[in-house]
């Protein structure tokens, strides 16, 4: 039946039949006939890892943290209302995520990537931590090679020098200035004997000492050094708080002083919600623990009055009261002037739980809205270009066979589009180029079958005779051509990420469109056309 | 009806030295200019972000901004940044090298130091890409994987569907096709991203397809008169014959290219420019190498058809 002219345009229809219904059921579901790529509709693509650089993970481990924090990252997304959010594993150790639409990138980023650990410890008291500075100290001094701890204090010296002498030459040089440099020299020579300890301060809170803000990236590399935090007592940790305090000009950062295991963590977290604190102008996040959460903080806080209590998220110690009278299932997170946008995200993640192991993004790629629009419109100015050239050059050269290869590429088109939104592909830009470099091919088939049509008739064929043989003939070359372009195709969509998929899909499912165009519908109108003709009656190509 | 080089009996054969010269020589500068960029820049291909990592940010600034404005602003934390103009004028790429296995913190940083040194709202991130040495090194490996697989695929089907040594032919004009379109993404210094591995292998594609429809016709011709007729004349006439084809397949291809290439975009301008030149190469490739050089192999090992013909002026020779 497919034979027939009859059954031929029942076939025909019945495809664009489907393609149409494709394209508009999507429009109906989505709101658009296809779905747009990031790169065309703005939005964030991240990869993210396991954060694991020594390789200390099984990968059965690896495997199951991924799989627990997939869980967490689709709660955190439907938690902060991203549309259509895609979070997929690849591979055994990867997740990808794909947020649309989003504007504020570094605050999607912050809700993705945080670990959101919350610990509560028992800060350790400070007479345990004064015996273990000097042995700190020495070991400190031999770990680290010598010069670059002189070499800088000599740094600071020379200037100094240099500086009284410039002074002195213009005969400005006051003595409390030169005073206060050999004093500051003073205080470098002590630095080279007492590394660390000449760095830190007691606060004189229990288990709490300051560092200035502009030392604290040199006492985090010194306690970074092989061995020195394996002298700490058993069990206890150091550990940085999450912001500097003023007092006075000067900036300092707290160092706690903490027991290592935490008495509770965030999984006993029942409810997070983000507030103020009217009394002291705070930002806050206020906390329930469930019920056994409840009783362990009872216990252990009855134990301890007096006593401080860390709240450590992510490693940094976010406050530590003191312990005033036993509390109960009810907490809260100081943020200090922190916005309350923040507090909201923070909230949001303690609700959804943490990471079962802290992840780090490895890819990263978005695309502003504005982009995504320029592309497209980019896109759909050269597709009518190309549309319009491809018209031009086939029918001022096949003249009406021309009109009908046009007839039949415009539902090719109707096909192309239909067979993506049937897929449910993804139109990217390497997509769109794709799909008109498919369009520029498509035309290759039609011009194989004119131009064996054209020589059949120059071999004095009659009408019928030269259009049946130039379709016959031009096959093998349109099926081998086709093939191999779909071959590479394939591989590329197997193999291939991202963008260079898009390209494979539309190109794939262009050229079986093509071949089914070229070979069925234009076929097809030529018999249409020949039927009312006689057979000798020569043809418009 | 009019048809445009129907009936050309060009001596497409006789002119292969010539075009043994041009190829030759083009790879040849090809190379030059490969080891020179091998040497001076560290990379004889300028690999984007994609495949080195890295951090490229795209940003939009409102009021007139220069390359020097924005160096000054970012190179104190990031030495080693590159900043480039990008299309429109006040439009520029910011590129930061790989720190390590993941991404390097230049995404969030870039903003707040343009917001800190040009202020809120004097500017917008079009575009971010940031890549781990890690993703880098895969998606390297992932390209040459596919421009490989390929490269076999395609060979085991024209073994299957030809002679092998027609197969053996269209092997060496595609690869003729990636070594000067290689050549030509490494002279310019093009940046080589994930869609030039799409474009190279779309030419890969091209070119074998541009092959297989003369191939085709030779095939059908030896069948016809393959024992009357000079193995040169038929590849001769085989190319004449499908030259109305090629030529005007050429002129559609690259009538919608050059419009990707004029109109299409930023993105996508690399892209087109590239298969612009491979379809060309392609194009030349089938006709003045894929011919000759299955001359050459049909000379060096004769088929069945040939055993017959070739032992007959050796038989003259001896009179």
């Known amino acids: 039946m497919f034979g027939t002219i009859k059954g031929r345009i029942a076939v025909i229809l019945v495809l664009l039949a489907v393609s149409v219904g494709a394209?508009?059921?999507?429009?109906?579901?989505?709101?658009?006939?296809?779905?747009?790529?990031?790169?065309?509709?703005?939005?964030?693509h991240l990869a993210l890892e396991i954060d694991d650089p020594q390789n200390t993970?099984?990968?059965e481990a690896r495997a199951d943290a991924i799989d627990q924090n997939?869980?967490?990252?689709?709660?955190?997304?439907?938690?902060?209302?991203?549309?259509?959010?895609?979070?997929?594993?690849?591979?055994?150790?990867?997740?990808i995520v794909e947020l649309p639409g989003i504007t504020d990138e570094d605050r999607a980023k912050g809700i993705i990537s945080r670990s959101a650990f919350l610990e509560w410890k028992l800060v350790h008291p400070t007479q345990e931590f004064r015996p273990v500075l000097p042995r700190m100290d020495r070991l400190i001094e031999t770990e680290l090679p010598k010069d670059s701890l002189v070499g800088a204090a000599e740094d600071t010296a020379a200037t100094n020098l240099q500086q009284q002498l410039r002074e002195s030459v213009f005969g400005r040089a006051d003595s409390t200035r030169s005073d206060s440099a050999a004093a500051d020299s003073a205080k470098e020579a002590e630095s080279t004997r007492k590394p660390l300890s000449s760095l830190i301060f007691d606060s004189g809170q229990e288990g709490e000492f300051l560092v200035q803000e502009q030392d604290v990236e040199r006492v985090k590399r010194y306690l970074a050094l092989p061995g020195v935090m394996d002298l700490l007592p058993r069990n206890t940790e150091l550990r940085w708080a999450n912001e500097a305090v003023g007092q006075g000009a000067q900036l300092y950062r707290s160092l706690y002083f903490l027991e290592s295991r935490p008495f509770i963590t965030g999984e006993r977290l029942r409810e997070a919600t983000a507030g103020r604190d009217p009394q002291f102008n705070k930002t806050v996040v206020t906390f329930g623990l469930d019920r056994r959460g409840g009783r362990i903080f009872e216990d252990v806080t009855s134990q301890h009055i007096n006593d401080r209590i860390a709240i450590v998220l992510d490693t940094l110690v976010h406050s530590a009261p003191v312990v005033i009278s036993r509390i109960g299932a009810n907490g809260q997170i100081d943020m200090g002037q922190a916005p309350m946008e923040e507090a909201s995200d923070l909230a949001l993640v303690l609700r959804a739980g943490a990471l079962?192991?802290?992840?780090?993004?490895?890819?990263?790629?978005?695309?502003?809205?504005?982009?995504?629009?320029?592309?497209?419109?980019q896109g759909r100015i050269a597709g009518i270009m190309g549309i319009v050239l491809v018209i031009g050059i086939m029918v001022v050269y096949y003249r009406f066979a021309g009109v009908m290869a046009v007839f039949a590429l415009s539902l090719y088109v109707v096909l192309v589009l239909g067979g993506l939104a049937a897929l449910d592909a993804t139109l990217t830009a390497p997509g769109i180029a794709g799909f008109i470099l498919s369009l520029g091919m498509a035309v290759d088939a039609n011009v194989l079958i004119f131009e064996r049509i054209r020589e059949e008739l120059a071999a004095g064929r009659s009408t019928r005779a030269a259009v049946d043989e130039g379709f016959r003939n031009a096959m093998s070359a349109i099926v081998d051509s086709n093939l191999t372009t779909l071959i590479t195709a394939l591989i590329l969509f197997q193999v291939g990420t991202g963008p260079v998929r898009g390209f494979a899909v539309t190109l794939s499912i262009g050229i079986i469109a093509s071949f089914f165009t070229a070979v069925y519908i234009t076929r097809t109108l030529f018999l249409i056309y020949?039927?009312?003709?006689?057979?000798?009656?020569?043809?418009?190509? | 009806m009019r048809r445009l080089f129907a009936g050309a009996h060009y001596d497409f054969l006789g002119w292969r030295r010539r075009a043994y010269l041009f190829s030759g020589s083009a790879l040849a500068v090809g190379l030059v200019f490969a080891l020179v960029w091998q040497f001076t820049r560290g990379s004889w291909l300028n690999y984007g972000v994609d495949f080195l990592g890295g951090t490229l940010v795209q940003v939009q600034f409102a009021k007139d901004t220069d390359v020097t404005q924005l160096r000054d602003a970012i190179n104190p934390a990031f030495p080693g940044v590159e900043i480039t103009r990008f299309g429109q004028s006040n439009e520029f790429l910011i590129r930061t090298p790989v720190s390590g296995?993941?991404?390097?913190?230049?995404?969030?940083?870039?903003?707040?130091?343009?917001?800190?040194?040009?202020?809120?709202?004097?500017f917008t991130i079009e575009q971010v890409e940031a890549v781990g040495a890690k993703v880098g090194g895969e998606l390297q490996a992932r390209a040459m994987l596919a421009i490989l697989l390929s490269f076999a695929a395609t060979l085991i089907y024209l073994a299957f569907r030809f002679e092998w040594r027609f197969g053996l032919a269209a092997v060496i004009a595609t690869a003729h096709d990636i070594f000067l379109t290689m050549a030509f993404i490494s002279g310019f210094r093009l940046e080589v991203a994930l869609p030039t591995v799409a474009a190279v292998l779309t030419i890969v594609g091209y070119s074998l397809n541009d092959t297989i429809v003369i191939f085709d016709r030779i095939r059908e011709n030896i069948k016809i008169s393959g024992r009357r007729e000079e193995f040169t004349s038929i590849l001769n006439r085989s190319i004449n014959e499908t030259l109305p084809r090629t030529i005007l397949t050429v002129a559609t291809t690259l009538a919608t290219l050059i419009t990707l290439f004029l109109f299409g975009?930023?993105?996508?301008?690399?892209?087109?420019?590239?298969m612009i030149v491979g379809i060309v190469l392609g194009t030349y490739s089938s006709i003045f190498v894929a011919a000759p050089a299955l001359r050459i192999i049909e000379e060096r090992w004769p088929g069945e058809r040939k055993k017959v013909r070739t032992a007959r002026p050796t038989a003259k020779a001896a009179v």
Not at chain 1, 24 to 43: E, H, I, M, T
Not at chain 1, 79 to 88: S, T, W
Not at chain 1, 530 to 541: A, D, N, Q, V
Not at chain 2, 265 to 274: K, M, P, V
């Open chain 1, 23 to 44: 394209l508009v059921s999507n429009n109906v579901r989505d709101g658009a006939p296809l779905k747009l790529g990031l790169d065309l509709q703005g939005g964030m």
């Open chain 1, 57 to 59: 993970l099984t990968p």
């Open chain 1, 70 to 95: 997939l869980q967490v990252l689709r709660n955190r997304t439907d938690e902060f209302g991203v549309a259509e959010p895609l979070i997929q594993k690849v591979g055994n150790d990867r997740i």
């Open chain 1, 356 to 377: 079962s192991k802290p992840l780090t993004i490895v890819e990263q790629r978005s695309v502003g809205p504005s982009l995504g629009a320029d592309s497209i419109s």
């Open chain 1, 530 to 541: 020949l039927e009312r003709k006689r057979p000798t009656e020569p043809i418009s190509i």
């Open chain 2, 101 to 122: 296995e993941a991404t390097s913190g230049a995404a969030e940083q870039i903003p707040s130091i343009l917001t800190a040194r040009f202020g809120e709202g004097s």
């Open chain 2, 265 to 274: 975009g930023e993105i996508i301008r690399d892209f087109a420019l590239i």
